[in-house]
């Protein structure tokens, strides 16, 4: 399976828009990095997304982008950003028949999904940027010997996206 993990873009403040939806830089943002995972000819078999409005934005422009039905993206609760690791690689198990799944969530959800896909023990420092994505390959879940293929930051989207 590949493992696809972005944090949202950035967001409004709660002051401007009570639920915080993205921005007009985070909604720009996620566009071009929506327009260079295409580019790089990567496509899904799965969508998951908080129920978080940015995240839900995220994953709807990034769905747009890469040609995948956004209305068969799947809200869930497993990856909010409070959700321990262990529950959202689970919910990924059960969904093995899907071979390249995109995660749109928060930090620090993303960062510690990583890290658990990763490595035992003690936990790998994953710097995500809002709107960056990074690529683990695994045999089979539940595991701890995934292969981080890569991490792009949103500039580095960017300049594929141009």
Same mark, same amino acid.
């Given at each position: 399976?590949?493992?696809?993990?972005?944090?949202?873009?950035?967001?409004?403040?709660?002051?401007?828009?009570?639920?915080?939806?993205?921005?007009?830089?985070?909604?720009?943002?996620?566009?071009?990095?929506?327009?260079?995972?295409?580019?790089?000819?990567?496509?899904?078999?799965?969508?998951?997304?908080?129920?978080?409005?940015?995240?839900?934005?995220?994953?709807?422009?990034?769905?747009?982008?890469?040609?995948?039905?956004?209305?068969?993206?799947?809200?869930?609760?497993?990856?909010? @950003?409070?959700?321990?690791?262990? *529950?959202?690689? &689970? /919910?990924?198990? #059960?969904?093995?028949?899907?071979?390249?799944?995109? %995660?749109?969530?928060?930090?620090?959800?993303?960062?510690?999904? @990583?890290?658990?896909?990763?490595? *035992?023990?003690? &936990? /790998?420092?994953? #710097?995500?940027?809002?709107?960056?994505?990074?690529? %683990?390959?695994?045999?089979?879940?539940?595991?701890?010997?995934?292969?981080?293929?890569?991490?792009?930051?949103?500039?580095?989207?960017?300049?594929?996206?141009?």
């Amino acid at each position: 399976m590949e493992i696809y993990l972005m944090q949202h873009g950035p967001a409004l403040p709660k002051e401007q828009d009570p639920d915080e939806g993205l921005s007009p830089d985070g909604e720009a943002r996620i566009h071009a990095s929506g327009k260079a995972l295409r580019k790089m000819g990567i496509g899904f078999d799965l969508i998951l997304s908080s129920p978080k409005k940015r995240s839900r934005q995220t994953a709807t422009i990034v769905a747009e982008e890469a040609g995948f039905p956004p209305e068969k993206i799947m809200e869930t609760e497993k990856v909010k @950003a409070m959700t321990p690791p262990e *529950e959202t690689i &689970k /919910a990924l198990s #059960e969904l093995s028949q899907h071979k390249r799944v995109l %995660i749109a969530g928060h930090l620090p959800s993303v960062a510690e999904i @990583a890290s658990s896909l990763l490595t *035992e023990g003690p &936990k /790998a420092t994953i #710097e995500f940027e809002r709107g960056g994505c990074c690529r %683990i390959d695994v045999e089979g879940l539940p595991t701890h010997s995934g292969r981080l293929r890569w991490y792009l930051t949103p500039e580095q989207l960017r300049l594929i996206a141009s």
